[in-house]
């Protein structure tokens, strides 16, 4: 079944979890995607909790203009807002999450990879030490130690069981978060305050990651903006899903 690509309203931005709303869509509807903003602001997993320092910090963040949202899924700390795009994917498979958790990164990466050939940028699954929310299923550009991260994922799984399939039948929502055309080094700066106040001694590096519209080849016009050619590139590659 092909996945249905959903829109909002005006494209406004949405609450940072807003796609985990895609799960319900999918369990009743089949597979389904967005591609989206989100309001300005950081995310967190749940594990940031634990600081004894964490309320002190969202508070002092909140008043900076930059609200934290805790979100269910894993990895680290990340920005949201203005620059950048989010990828969000979600439908079922049969068996336990981590028989199919590999083949979900992959294929959002592949997505992503493929709408980039067109902006003249060759992308690949790699880690990066040095950027927010660090993991394998990073997309990277560069090779080695000069490589740097242009998107990140994550998942969530949720349990659907139905008469015909039992408990094995999962939901699962693969996300990325794709730095389109965002200030690294403003939100490195940001990440690292936010970790500094809650005494986590964890530091990014602004070298490590890149904004793909500073690497890309595509001229803009009047008629189609960079980002909008980006949306546009990302559609397409959702609509030639199986």
Not at 124 to 131: D, I, L, T
Not at 162 to 176: D, K, M, P, R
Request: proline content about 5%.
């Amino acid at each position: 079944m092909p996945f249905a690509l959903l829109s909002y309203t005006g494209h406004e931005p949405q609450h940072a979890r807003f796609d985990e709303s895609l799960i319900a869509l999918a369990a009743q509807q089949g597979p389904c995607a967005s591609i989206w903003e989100a309001e300005q602001g950081l995310v967190v997993p749940r594990t940031y909790r634990r600081y004894v320092d964490f309320e002190h910090a969202c508070q002092q963040s909140e008043q900076a203009g930059w609200p934290v949202t805790v979100r269910h899924s894993g990895g680290g700390i990340v920005p949201q807002g203005p620059g950048i795009i989010n990828l969000s994917l979600a439908y079922s498979v049969h068996g336990k999450p981590l028989d199919h958790s590999d083949a979900a990164y992959q294929l959002i990466c592949n997505i992503i990879s493929t709408a980039l050939q067109a902006f003249g940028i060759a992308s690949h699954p790699q880690a990066v030490e040095g950027s927010f929310c660090d993991g394998r299923y990073n997309l990277a550009v560069g090779e080695g130690t000069q490589a740097r991260k242009i998107a990140g994922t994550a998942q969530m799984w949720r349990r659907h069981p139905t008469a015909a399939s039992g408990s094995n039948h999962q939901i699962v929502l693969v996300h990325a978060l794709i730095l389109a055309q965002a200030n690294m080094r403003e939100l490195c700066t940001l990440a690292n305050h936010f970790e500094q106040m809650l005494g986590s001694n964890k530091c990014y590096d602004s070298e490590r990651v890149a904004s793909l519209h500073a690497i890309s080849d595509y001229r803009e016009s009047g008629t189609k903006p960079w980002i909008s050619a980006l949306r546009h590139a990302l559609e397409q590659q959702v609509k030639q899903l199986p």
